[in-house]
């Protein structure tokens, strides 16, 4: 098997585990275990707690003592026996505790497996912008197919959602020591106390466009999961008005077409990269957030179906645009040194801080609409589509930066 079909299995695998239970857990949550939207919402916030803390530490690890591959091997490892507790707990309390270590544990795999793709693409001396897409992209199809598992078998509100993420964990796992080493980059610079913590990356910092570029980060992060969080559930809650719809009854299957979109998209990330620079592809992705929240307000499984399907096509733009093309924009700043850290660093302000504010506020923001047990889901959509607005206007004002086509598509040494 070549490297690249190689990487193509890690990257699938990488997000059949998220993908298995990401988008079911929260209607599982609330119909079957019976919790409140604040008490999903801090156990999807789990994630943002985990992702200020570990991506980073582990990314540490990665640049300075530990090879790359056995990192991501052990964390997946950990994480899938932590999911195997969580599917026999019922109690907020226990799940809460129990999937924050999981959420230790994989967090971090999404900055190391791109770590990982980037250094053995590189060894092989291709070029990360333009090949690393195309792969990546099966990351999103191994979303999709745990989704289709899930859905199809009748797990979507069962915690046997869990024992497919985990049996795929430990596989990867597993899988991921058999990767070409990825080891530490020597140095013989003798490092400062801050070095040796790791703190080097946040020399990104010193720079103004960086300083601005992490801050809508950690603002445009806060709303990435929200839809995944929810959308199952605002799907279940048509159950009455449209008791037979395709997307009541197979929500999974319906929001699946978002992660179908991001297939796509992901695709022509270099062609927009190159063309507009990351400023413009930020803004359409911002937009695109926009568009995403507005038209699940005014959509539903019936006649306004065609609302929801269009917003989860947009979907594809909206998380593509911002979390592949920033990521690819870190790698570019970043000195080899810190390459590892630094996509932590990108972690911690989208999946960490961002993704924890946005899972505590938007739990606040449906117990605020919801009355007798009834989601006002319009009011609800529309409140995030406005956030989004607001980022959309401020973003082009503050981040000043200078695209070059040339520098864009450079590989890096």
């Given at each position: 098997m070549n490297i690249k079909s190689r990487l193509i299995v890690m990257n699938f695998l990488e997000f059949f585990v998220w993908g298995a239970w990401l988008i079911s857990m929260g209607a599982y949550m609330f119909n079957v275990l019976g919790f409140d939207g604040a008490q999903v919402?801090?156990?999807?916030?789990?994630?943002g707690i985990a992702a200020i803390v570990t991506p980073a530490l582990f990314g540490i690890v990665a640049d300075r003592w530990i090879n790359a591959e056995r990192v991501l091997g052990i964390c997946h490892i950990v994480g899938a026996v932590l999911l195997l507790v969580a599917s026999r707990i019922t109690d907020y309390q226990g799940?809460?505790?129990?999937?924050?270590?999981?959420?230790?544990?994989?967090m971090p795999t999404i900055g190391l497996n791109n770590t990982v793709s980037y250094i053995v693409l590189e060894k092989k001396g291709f070029n990360i912008v333009k090949d690393f897409p195309p792969i990546r992209v099966w990351g999103t199809i191994g979303f999709i197919c745990a989704?289709?598992?899930?859905?199809?078998?009748?797990?979507?509100?069962?915690?046997?959602?869990?024992?497919?993420?985990?049996?795929?964990?430990?596989?990867?796992?597993?899988?991921?020591?058999?990767?070409?080493a990825c080891s530490p980059v020597p140095t013989k610079e003798k490092r400062?106390?801050?070095?040796?913590?790791?703190?080097?990356?946040?020399?990104?910092?010193?720079?103004?466009?960086?300083?601005?570029?992490f801050l809508f980060a950690l603002l445009l992060g806060a709303a990435l999961q929200?839809?995944?969080t929810y959308g199952s559930t605002f799907l279940d809650d048509f159950g009455k008005t449209?008791?037979?719809?395709?997307?009541v009854k197979h929500s999974n299957v319906l929001i699946s077409i978002s992660q179908i979109s991001e297939t796509l998209f992901i695709l022509t990330i270099p062609f927009f990269l190159r063309k507009f620079g990351i400023k413009q592809v930020m803004i359409m992705s911002i937009f695109a957030w926009v568009f995403r929240f507005g038209l699940f307000a005014f959509g539903d499984p019936g006649p306004g179906l065609w609302m929801l399907i269009l917003s989860m096509i947009i979907y594809g733009m909206a998380f593509d645009f911002f979390n592949i093309?920033?990521?690819?924009?870190?790698?570019?700043?970043?000195?080899?040194?810190?390459?590892?850290?630094?996509?932590?660093?990108?972690?911690?302000?989208?999946?960490?801080?961002?993704?924890?504010?946005?899972?505590?506020?938007?739990?606040?923001v449906i117990d605020h609409y919801t009355v007798d047990g009834i989601k006002n889901w319009q009011s609800i959509w529309i409140a995030f589509a406005g956030y989004a607005l607001i980022l959309g206007i401020l973003f082009p004002l503050f981040f000043r930066y200078k695209h070059n086509p040339e520098e864009a598509m450079a590989v890096k040494h």
């Open positions: 919402g801090s156990i999807y916030g789990t994630m799940l809460y505790l129990i999937m924050l270590f999981n959420s230790f544990f994989f989704m289709w598992m899930v859905d199809l078998l009748g797990w979507n509100k069962s915690p046997f959602q869990l024992y497919v993420s985990a049996t795929a964990g430990i596989i990867l796992g597993i899988y991921s020591f058999t990767m070409p400062s106390f801050a070095s040796s913590l790791g703190l080097d990356a946040f020399v990104l910092f010193r720079r103004k466009k960086m300083i601005i570029f929200i839809t995944n449209f008791p037979d719809a395709f997307g093309s920033g990521s690819l924009f870190v790698e570019k700043e970043a000195d080899i040194k810190i390459r590892a850290s630094a996509q932590g660093l990108f972690m911690l302000m989208t999946n960490g801080i961002g993704a924890f504010l946005g899972n505590y506020i938007s739990g606040m």
